[in-house]
């Protein structure tokens, strides 16, 4: 016999050649004629091969399939994607055949018969990503020689069926199974091996998951289906499931998928989850978005379970979920409330905290956000509540630690500012103000008390001793005569400091108290009930900060105090106390704070109307009265003492927005009439289904904010412009006639009108303005004194000179006042 030179064909490395005379002794004939020889064999059997089958590819295709035919032989790893098969080659099915024997010393690139891989040996086939198009696209019956595959991949290859009754039967050791993204419209789980842990049947055209003869063979039926008819299907190792983007309508209720970690069917018609997919002990994920869903089973005992996604679905009641889920999705739903999102027995421990770090709510019909649900979600980092029905968010989460992104646009809330429903670190302030944190130490320190977590506040936790006291009050006798006792947590005034400030004053002035020279007290943030022995300690105080207290009525003794400024923001405050009290009892004899009250800040009370005494006060420039919960400004609903009345003459300032008003009544018009020295006006977020036109002759306003209301007249644009074009647009929906009555009414309100029949009180009001203007030139020049003080520190001289601006400024404006009358 003569042996044939052996061919060499490891790609990148050039073929061994024998030595001739080798060659010669032994017999073997030429490598050059053998080679030719060789090659003409491979041409012949390559014809034949094409005409009993034709199959058109590139001889690149070629290529990549014999080499990945040599590497299965010598790995038993065959991958076959992106080939441009259109069907299976023969030569896959039986590995061992037609193998050139190599003599080389070198036999890992093409291993002899006796020692490559066959089919039954293969541990992974990919078939990926062609187009097969023969036998009615049904994938090879021939799969089942490949007993040893444990991966089996054919996405994206125009696969229409799939031998399940009989090669899937025979792969006893499959573990993954992907066949995602091709035309199947029917699967038979039943018949995989039980050892199969990872399925994708994502991205076909499914309507079933088992055999025809089965209830579920028709997506379109109407009946339920029958459990006894239905094959049972048990994957005791199924750990991924991935059904998504098809068009099932349901999935079998008899399953057995004890290990399954993840499941996936979102984009589908499913209108009901089984229970038997909801392993208690494995499942981590659950995403079923985007199909008809209802209601869901009880996930409260799916221990494991991190990941929800459930949004685009019909559901109108939110599921019960586990402590343990992090992430959970509801989007685009019908949910009402967010009530039902944990079970009792969890809700019924005050000390329960989810591990939520992410909820998206966003598109829903919620209402309200249940307080009791929300601040037990203190790893929350991400709330998306946009685009429902919310008409305010409770003040406790402002209070979470974690919160980051709270986005609350597209909904209908009046009681917060605009900009702060997409300015989440601003939000949770303004929330932290409007209510103390949560008991617990988890949760960000509340507004009225930076030092503790809970919000609560003890009764004159640190009352000072008689050292300190005097220390206070000496501080306050310099710069600007404050008297600070901020957020000193005091429920009264201490006795240590009530008999500093009642000693006798080295300075003899003021009736010849120490307390007589303190010009201004800041007690906010405290606990205090009233103010009455702090204001009868003080005669002379000019301001008074008493925010974000418990005060509910302000003390008789207030009225002989010339106030010029009175802020009692944040407080307890009803319009019967305000109307009672000296602010706003103007009689025929003004007491001395109505002839100097020019600011008052009473946001955030409980007035739930206007009191009239407020338009009698002569000098009042600046009213802040927003987040209370006035309804109307209708004259004579409370007895004749409440509504906007004809006055506020010298009013330049007034803000009445996050209220409930939805009757501005004759306000317009008296603004119009009463207030030329009107500059800014803010009725944002109210209840006013119209924008009265008459508000456009105010042409002295620099700024006027109307958004946040219910009204449908004006397009929103419009509103976010500025000043100008907004009294313009207005100005322009109102007849000619109209506007020249209103413009002859400014025109002859330039100035406040005189009452002849007051000259008395003119008189007095001319005294006072006279007395306030000694009072300030005098004030003047002793900060003016202090100021030469060479020993004053850098920070103290800052203080008084800012002081002293304010003095000039305010004595300025007394004088020009004085003119004026």
């Known amino acids: 016999f003569i042996l044939t030179a052996p061919t060499i064909t490891m790609s990148g490395r050039r073929p061994r050649q024998l030595n001739p005379a080798f060659a010669s002794a032994h017999g073997i004939a030429h490598q050059g004629s053998s080679n030719r020889q060789q090659k003409q064999r491979q041409q012949q059997s390559s014809s034949s091969s094409t005409s009993r089958r034709p199959v058109a590819r590139s001889n690149n295709n070629n290529n990549k399939v014999d080499a990945a035919l040599r590497t299965a032989r010598s790995t038993g790893r065959l991958n076959l994607s992106s080939c441009s098969l259109s069907s299976l080659p023969d030569a896959m099915f039986d590995l061992r055949s037609n193998i050139a024997i190599d003599l080389s010393m070198d036999s890992s690139a093409n291993p002899g018969s006796w020692q490559s891989h066959g089919e039954e040996e293969v541990t992974t086939l990919d078939l990926s990503d062609n187009s097969l198009s023969g036998d009615h696209r049904k994938l090879d019956e021939r799969l089942a020689k490949f007993i040893s595959i444990k991966i089996l991949r054919a996405k994206r290859s125009n696969i229409a069926e799939m031998p399940w009754t009989t090669a899937m039967t025979s792969l006893d050791n499959?573990?993954?199974?992907?066949?995602?993204?091709?035309?199947?419209?029917?699967?038979?789980?039943?018949?995989?091996?039980?050892?199969?842990?990872?399925?994708?049947?994502?991205?076909?055209?499914?309507?079933?998951?088992?055999?025809?003869?089965?209830?579920?063979?028709?997506?379109?039926?109407?009946?339920?289906?029958?459990?006894?008819?239905?094959?049972?299907?048990?994957?005791?190792?199924?750990?991924?499931?991935?059904?998504?983007?098809?068009?099932?309508?349901?999935?079998?209720?008899?399953?057995?998928?004890?290990?399954?970690?993840?499941?996936?069917?979102?984009?589908?018609?499913?209108?009901?989850?089984?229970?038997?997919?909801?392993?208690?002990?494995?499942?981590?994920?659950?995403?079923?978005?985007?199909?008809?869903?209802?209601?869901?089973p009880d996930l409260s005992r799916c221990a494991r379970l991190t990941t929800v996604d459930l949004g685009g679905n019909k559901l109108c009641e939110v599921p019960t979920i586990h402590p343990s889920v992090i992430r959970l999705t509801l989007i685009n739903n019908a949910l009402p409330s967010i009530a039902g999102l944990f079970s009792n027995a969890h809700l019924d421990s005050d000390t329960f905290r989810s591990g939520l770090v992410e909820l998206r709510l966003r598109g829903n019909k919620l209402r309200a956000l249940d307080a009791d649900i929300i601040r037990r979600l203190t790893h929350l980092t991400l709330l998306d509540a946009g685009q429902n029905d919310l008409k305010d968010v409770p003040h406790v989460m402002g209070y979470l630690p974690q919160l980051r992104r709270a986005p609350l646009d597209g909904n209908p809330i009046r009681v917060i500012r605009t900009p702060l429903l997409t300015d989440t670190a601003a939000l949770k302030v303004f929330l932290r103000k409007r209510g103390a944190a949560p008991s617990g130490p988890e949760y960000l320190a509340g507004e009225e008390d930076g030092t503790t977590t809970n919000g609560g506040s003890g009764a004159n936790a640190s009352l000072p001793t008689n050292s300190q006291a005097s220390s206070i009050v000496k501080s306050a006798l310099v710069g600007t005569f404050t008297l600070n006792l901020r957020g000193k947590r005091l429920d009264t005034l201490p006795e240590e400091i009530k008999n500093e400030?009642?000693?006798?004053?080295?300075?003899?002035?003021?009736?010849?108290?120490?307390?007589?020279?303190?010009?201004?007290?800041?007690?906010?943030?405290?606990?205090?009930?009233?103010?009455?022995?702090?204001?009868?300690?003080?005669?002379?105080?000019?301001?008074?900060?008493?925010?974000?207290?418990?005060?509910?009525?302000?003390?008789?003794?207030?009225?002989?105090?010339?106030?010029?400024?009175?802020?009692?923001?944040?407080?307890?405050?009803?319009?019967?106390?305000?109307?009672?009290?000296?602010?706003?009892?103007?009689?025929?004899?003004?007491?001395?704070?109505?002839?100097?009250?020019?600011?008052?800040?009473?946001?955030?009370?409980?007035?739930?109307?206007?009191?009239?005494?407020?338009?009698?006060?002569?000098?009042?420039?600046?009213?802040?009265?927003?987040?209370?919960?006035?309804?109307?400004?209708?004259?004579?609903?409370?007895?004749?003492?409440?509504?906007?009345?004809?006055?506020?003459?010298?009013?330049?300032?007034?803000?009445?927005?996050?209220?409930?008003?939805?009757?501005?009544?004759?306000?317009?018009?008296?603004?119009?009439?009463?207030?030329?020295?009107?500059?800014?006006?803010?009725?944002?977020?109210?209840?006013?289904?119209?924008?009265?036109?008459?508000?456009?002759?105010?042409?002295?306003?620099?700024?006027?904010?109307?958004?946040?209301?219910?009204?449908?007249?004006?397009?929103?644009?419009?509103?976010?412009?500025?000043?100008?074009?907004?009294?313009?647009?207005?100005?322009?929906?109102?007849?000619?006639?109209?506007?020249?009555?209103?413009?002859?009414?400014?025109?002859?309100?330039?100035?406040?009108?005189?009452?002849p029949s007051s000259s008395a009180e003119d008189n007095t009001a001319a005294a006072e303005g006279e007395k306030r203007v000694e009072e300030l030139k005098k004030s003047i020049e002793e900060v003016t004194m202090q100021l030469n003080n060479v020993h004053l520190t850098e920070a103290k001289k800052y203080a008084m000179k800012k002081t002293l601006r304010m003095h000039k400024a305010a004595l300025i404006k007394e004088e020009r006042r004085n003119r004026g009358r």
């Open 501 to 755: 400030l009642n000693s006798n004053s080295t300075n003899g002035d003021h009736g010849g108290t120490v307390g007589g020279r303190i010009k201004k007290l800041d007690v906010s943030k405290n606990s205090l009930k009233d103010l009455e022995g702090w204001l009868s300690a003080m005669p002379a105080l000019m301001a008074v900060d008493a925010s974000q207290n418990q005060i509910q009525s302000l003390p008789s003794c207030i009225g002989d105090i010339r106030l010029v400024e009175l802020r009692m923001a944040r407080n307890g405050l009803s319009s019967m106390a305000l109307s009672s009290s000296p602010v706003c009892c103007v009689g025929s004899q003004p007491t001395p704070l109505a002839n100097s009250l020019t600011y008052i800040d009473l946001s955030g009370n409980h007035l739930e109307w206007l009191p009239s005494g407020l338009a009698k006060l002569p000098l009042l420039s600046t009213l802040i009265l927003t987040n209370n919960k006035m309804t109307t400004l209708s004259i004579g609903t409370q007895g004749g003492v409440s509504g906007w009345r004809e006055g506020f003459k010298s009013l330049e300032t007034l803000n009445l927005s996050s209220n409930k008003i939805s009757d501005l009544a004759d306000m317009p018009r008296f603004l119009v009439e009463y207030c030329p020295l009107l500059r800014n006006l803010s009725l944002a977020n109210n209840e006013l289904s119209v924008i009265p036109p008459a508000l456009g002759v105010l042409r002295s306003l620099a700024s006027i904010d109307l958004r946040g209301n219910p009204q449908r007249g004006i397009r929103p644009g419009i509103l976010d412009r500025n000043a100008t074009e907004i009294l313009s647009y207005l100005r322009g929906r109102m007849n000619e006639e109209e506007l020249r009555g209103l413009e002859a009414k400014v025109a002859g309100a330039s100035l406040p009108a005189k009452d």
């Open 174 to 296: 499959l573990l993954t199974l992907d066949v995602s993204g091709n035309d199947l419209t029917g699967a038979m789980l039943e018949y995989l091996p039980m050892t199969v842990r990872e399925v994708d049947l994502s991205k076909n055209n499914l309507v079933r998951l088992v055999e025809n003869n089965a209830s579920l063979s028709s997506s379109s039926s109407s009946t339920p289906p029958n459990n006894d008819v239905e094959p049972r299907i048990v994957l005791p190792n199924l750990i991924r499931l991935d059904v998504s983007n098809n068009k099932l309508a349901v999935l079998p209720k008899s399953m057995e998928v004890p290990s399954l970690q993840t499941l996936i069917f979102g984009n589908n018609q499913i209108e009901e989850l089984p229970t038997d997919l909801l392993s208690p002990k494995s499942l981590t994920s659950l995403e079923g978005p985007n199909n008809r869903l209802r209601t869901v």
